[in-house]
């Protein structure tokens, strides 16, 4: 909003002080408002008049024991501290007594602020999974980093970190020519703005430090600060607009780093941020701000959210950045635009609901303002610059008044505020005196004006500052009078309120956007259009030649438009006079996700990007070049080459085709395109028209997969009919050309990966696919014929957890192998011929399973031996390295799409992972950096070091002691107990002995993992060295148990599943099974098991075999076919009673990333 449309009454004299013009109504509150102010500015002149007398005499007193200070240094460093301390407890202390002073920063404050500001930008803009960190909860103030061991020489850097973040903005005039000539102010509000905001954040440091400085007069504390070389100016205040997007030499930090954001939520506002020698845009991406340069094709990412930006805005200077979450332990952060540092972090914003769903910050950017996403919504008011973490004003809406979306404020009082919901307006004003939120919602139905109003869009404050405007989907303007009480200082007459005052009919298209700009109304509609009103509501100008959808967001320069000369080309408007229109450059967003930028001085209409409108389920890279294809549900495949970050083409299909699936062919020549409706394109790579004259369409649901053989011969898709269908390459006169196959439903459940191989005998192409029925089905493609797809081979590689995906492992080994992740975090390795599990490995536990995995390639043939996968799971994407043995440093993930990761894809030379986000409408482009990843494995330990920091208590603790006595007692009882022969004492144990063990120590296997764990070890070293092992010692135990056990200890989620699938609901309502039933399924369900066994393991339950089930018949005292089990057991059991009574297990609390 321009300046003169916010402060009409104001002027900027030569000296930089604002003045006030005679108006011909002047605002009475308006008034009130500055003499407050000025009373509170000559209030604090004086007080800091009083500081400055007292800390010169004590600078006297201190210049004559200038000899003693040198010789006593520590001491020194001590005396500032308690001078600084004494300073702000001297603030404190007048607050207390009645001296309203909203400057006033505590000591604790600024520590928590410039903690985030220097320190949190490492933790918040990069959030690691497996490193995130544990915010302390509970507390109304908390700090975003604790500060542990704090020395002197910590205290002193935390003492200049608090001046620098105090000397936020404190530049003065003449600094502010010199070092940033773009921060020119645009109008009479910003100078205003930037000297309340600056003096707001800078008025500590300024009563710790002389106004006036002097060579030779610095104080002491300064002196320490050079004598440790700590610098005066932090980035924030010292900074211009420039330093944002300079290039960043430094060396990554992470494995995996931001680079680009495809996509735009189109959702949320654009801003234009900057305009005087670069055109700076901001908008949102999922959970990243991105500030976007559009001239420089620059993006600077402001990560910090863990939750979906549900809201943002800016200052009026531009400046100052707010962004909030929705979503568990959301947050509200403030970001610097020119630095793109976090100046503060609010935690717990909302702690009742899900985050907050309308936000809005003062002119002067004093204050903040949000709205909750709670079922009851709670509006409040943060003083942000205070560095506080409770809100100084909240007020709980009533439900009546419907979801409250829009929020703003007035733009020369800070203290009103106006929302709406679709059928409520609702006007605020915040008595801070009486820590007081009024507000004022009348009743508005069609009865009021005897006319159809319409849901409300968005509503503003008027230019004459009296009313209040609401905009209506019919176009209509709700126009609202705010009747203000006389101001009084003795007596309080009452609170403001709002009343209808008319209905004004302003066009027949819906108004989708209200807003105010220098002395105009505009307003933006669902046919694209955008007008201008003057405050009469007159039609002024407006643009409906432009041809746009309709208008989401409008956002206009801080510059003031350029004076018409000779050479401008500045419209009419459309007055009688036939005055020249002008107004400032804007950007425009619109609902079909475009963003255009309009220059008003020859009305040009540029459009920056156009984004996919809906989910983007479907990504690729071309296998030898730098592009990648994006494919979304509103039809689009956009093709953008990558390293330039440069859109090239794209294509757009008829209503009702949505990309579901997209896959480049070995050779990039042919792009396979799967649809929601179950056609299939094949496309040719670098047009994107059709290869094939006719699409194919023998699926009746969504394509979810496609994939091309090796020589490009065959190509294979699968649907979500649970279907496999296979296309061919044939000659037909002369020419090559695609042909359907054949197609089978071959599963009984979703198909997770399909995956082309070639034989090792051969170069003929394997097909395999994998489903979530626990099938891994092979095709044979050779005895295929028209209609009639065979099946090869047919696998089950899981008992109770289910696969999520399937990858051909690289050839480390002499044995080929299919790499197979589940949804109990496993990764498993199965022979590619004989199709037997090989290797059982703990994979990546980052809140739930992989969904989605591939090998990265190799840049070179001297990395052949070192191989990395890439991985994505429900919302995080990571690297883990090969091979996969279980050592948990050897993998990292971060979150990179909070809603949820639909597809994944790697550029050709492996230095790019690419995400896509679904409905969050955004393609994410991560640089891969090795050798992080490499440096956290080499400091998590050698050898045996990592698995140790699995156990509870690590290799010391109680439990690894207990594994040992369990290890070596079984070397006696596999010799028997009783036995008077000469023991035979050995590092290892055989085999047979290896699932007592297990159990022993709380991992209770199936005979099926049994035998998979038996198959790993024995044939171990088989292709080596031909030979079977039948033993194993107490390290490869360790490792074998680790890899094999529960991820997540003993949980209840998985007995309560069976239990709800099993049982019935009992007179507690708590699912339980009849002891019959439930003696019936163990012999007859499941694995087998007889009568006798079932008895016996009972008996050993029941502690009627105490050295275990089997373990030494001699010494049993009771068999198990003299147990009674209608004694033992109750009549009916529940998943409490199985799991504690009967097994005896102890039970751990979920801990919510039990994925199985």
Not at 324 to 346: E, M, N, Q
Not at 610 to 624: F, G, L, Q, R
């Amino acid at each position: 909003m321009s300046d003169a449309e916010e402060a009409p009454g104001e002027a900027t004299g030569e000296n930089g002080e604002t003045e006030m013009k005679e108006e011909e109504e002047p605002n009475p509150n308006y008034k009130e408002v500055e003499n407050l102010q000025q009373e509170s500015k000559d209030d604090t002149l004086a007080w800091r008049e009083s500081q400055e007398e007292e800390r010169k005499m004590g600078e006297e007193e201190g210049e004559e024991e200038k000899e003693e200070e040198e010789e006593e240094g520590k001491e020194d460093k001590k005396i500032v501290m308690e001078e600084t301390e004494e300073v702000a407890g001297e603030a404190q202390e007048k607050e207390a007594s009645g001296i309203q002073e909203e400057t006033t920063v505590e000591p604790q404050e600024v520590t928590e602020s410039i903690i985030r500001l220097e320190t949190q930008i490492t933790d918040s803009q990069s959030i690691t999974s497996g490193i995130f960190p544990k915010t302390q909860r509970g507390s109304k103030s908390k700090p975003s980093l604790q500060l542990e061991d704090a020395e002197t020489d910590e205290l002193l850097r935390g003492l200049s970190t608090q001046l620098e973040f105090l000397d936020l903005g404190q530049i003065s005039p003449e600094e502010q020519q010199i070092s940033s000539p773009e921060r020119q102010p645009s109008g009479e509000l910003e100078e205003k703005t930037d000297w309340m905001l600056q003096d707001e954040l800078g008025r500590e440091r300024r009563d710790l430090e002389p106004e006036n400085r002097e060579e030779g007069q610095e104080s002491r504390v300064s002196d320490i600060q050079s004598e440790a070389g700590i610098s005066r100016e932090s980035l924030v205040s010292s900074t211009t607009e420039d330093i944002l997007f300079e290039r960043d030499e430094s060396a990554p930090v992470y494995p995996l780093t931001m680079t680009w954001s495809f996509g735009w939520n189109s959702s949320l506002p654009v801003y234009y941020i900057r305009e005087e020698k670069q055109r700076v845009l901001l908008y949102v991406c999922a959970h990243t701000a991105i500030i976007y340069n559009v001239l420089r094709n620059n993006q600077h990412h402001l990560q910090g959210h863990a939750n979906i930006i549900s809201c943002l805005c800016v200052s009026e200077d531009r400046r100052w950045i707010a962004t909030a979450d929705k979503g568990p332990d959301c947050l509200v952060i403030i970001w610097d635009s020119f630095t793109g540092i976090p100046v503060h972090t609010i935690f717990d914003s909302c702690p009742e609901g899900n985050g907050i769903r309308a936000m809005a910050m003062t002119h002067d950017a004093k204050y903040l303002a949000t709205i909750s996403d709670a079922e009851v919504q709670k509006v409040c008011i943060w003083k942000w610059t205070l560095a506080v973490e409770t809100p100084a004003c909240t007020f709980e809406l009533p439900k009546e008044y419907g979801v409250q979306n829009y929020l703003t404020f007035n733009p020369t009082n800070n203290k009103e505020l106006v929302s709406n919901s679709k059928t409520q307006a609702i006007y605020y004003a915040w008595y801070e005196e009486r820590d007081t939120l009024a507000h004022s919602a009348p009743l508005l139905t069609e009865k009021t004006f005897n006319k159809l109003v319409g849901k409300f869009s968005q509503s503003i404050f008027h230019l004459n500052l009296t009313q209040i405007l609401s905009a209506t989907m019919e176009g209509k303007l709700v126009v609202w009078d705010i009747h203000r009480p006389p101001s009084s200082a003795s007596t309080f007459l009452g609170f403001p309120y709002i009343k209808p005052c008319k209905l004004v009919h302003l066009q027949k298209e819906g108004i989708t956007v209200l807003t105010t700009i220098d002395s105009y109304i505009v307003t933006g509609d669902i046919k694209g259009n955008i007008k201008f009103y003057d405050h009469t509501l007159s039609i002024v100008n407006w643009y409906s030649h432009l041809k746009l959808g309709a208008i989401r967001t409008l956002s206009f320069s801080k510059t003031p438009a350029t004076p018409p000369t000779e050479k401008s080309n500045y419209p009419p408007d459309c007055t009688l006079k036939g005055d020249l229109f002008v107004v400032r450059n804007f950007i425009i967003g619109t609902s079909d996700a475009a963003v255009y930028h309009l220059t008003t001085d020859g009305t040009k209409l540029e459009q920056l990007f156009v984004e996919p409108k809906d989910a983007i389920c479907a990504i690729s890279c071309h296998p030898y070049q730098p592009l990648i294809a994006i494919g979304s549900i509103c039809g689009m495949i956009k093709v953008w080459n990558y390293e330039n970050k440069q859109y090239l083409f794209s294509r757009v299909f008829e209503k009702g085709l949505g990309v579901q699936s997209l896959t480049y062919n070995p050779e990039g020549a042919l792009l396979g395109a799967g649809f929601t409706e179950g056609t299939v394109y094949i496309l040719d790579a670098m047009s994107l028209e059709n290869e094939s004259p006719e699409p194919f369409k023998y699926s009746r649901t969504s394509v979810t997969h496609i994939s091309f053989s090796h020589d490009s011969q065959y190509m294979a898709t699968a649907d979500r009919s649970f279907t496999v269908a296979v296309y061919m390459l044939v000659v037909r006169n002369g020419q090559r050309v695609w042909e359907y196959l054949a197609r089978l439903r071959s599963h009984r459940k979703s198909i997770r990966s399909l995956l082309f191989g070639v034989y090792l005998d051969s170069n003929e192409p394997r097909l395999l696919s994998l489903g979530t029925d626990r099938l891994l089905i092979e095709y044979d493609l050779l005895r295929s014929y028209k209609d009639c797809l065979e099946v090869l081979d047919i696998h089950h590689t899981d008992q109770g957890c289910y696969p999520t995906c399937m990858v051909w492992y690289p050839p480390l080994t002499r044995e080929l192998f299919l790499l197979i992740c589940n949804s109990g975090y496993k990764v498993k390795l199965f022979n590619s011929t004989t199709k037997m599990c090989r290797k059982t490995l703990m994979g990546p536990a980052y809140g739930s399973p992989i969904e989605q995995t591939q090998v990265l390639p190799v840049r070179s043939m001297a990395e052949l031996q070192k191989r990395y996968l890439v991985f994505i799971n429900r919302d995080k994407v990571g690297l883990q390295i090969l091979p996969v043995d279980g050592n948990p440093h050897k993998t990292s993930a971060i979150v990179c799409h909070p809603n949820g990761v639909a597809g994944m894809a790697i550029s050709y030379d492996g230095r790019y992972a690419f995400t896509a986000g679904g409905h969050d409408r955004s393609v994410v482009q991560w640089k891969i950096t090795l050798r992080v990843l490499e440096a956290a494995v080499s400091l998590g330990g050698e050898d045996l070091t990592p698995f140790y920091g699995l156990l509870s208590g690590g290799r010391e603790g109680k439990f690894y002691r207990e594994l040992e006595d369990y290890f070596y007692y079984s070397q006696l009882r596999s010799q028997g107990i009783d036995t008077m022969e000469t023991r035979k004492v050995s590092e290892y144990i055989c085999l047979s002995e290896l699932p007592f063990v297990m159990r022993a120590i709380g991992f209770y296997p199936s005979e099926e993992k049994i035998d998979d764990i038996f198959n790993e070890i024995k044939f171990g070293e088989y292709v080596d060295t031909g030979k079977l092992i039948d033993k194993i010692n107490l390290p490869d135990f360790l490792k074998v148990y680790l890899n094999h056990k529960p991820p997540f200890g003993n949980t209840m989620s998985g007995i309560h599943k069976s239990f709800e699938v099993l049982g019935y609901t009992n007179s507690k309502g708590k699912k339980a099974i009849r002891r019959e039933d439930f003696l019936r399924l163990l012999v007859t369900k499941g694995e087998h098991m007889t009568e006798e066994e079932m008895l016996d393991c009972f008996a050993s339950l029941f502690g009627l075999n105490p050295e275990g089930w089997k373990s030494e018949p001699a010494t049993s005292s009771v068999k198990g076919s003299e147990i009674c089990l209608e004694e033992e057991l109750p009549d009916e059991i529940t998943a409490e009673i199985f799991a504690t009574e009967i097994l005896g297990l102890t039970i751990s609390e979920d801990s919510g990333q039990d994925g199985q």
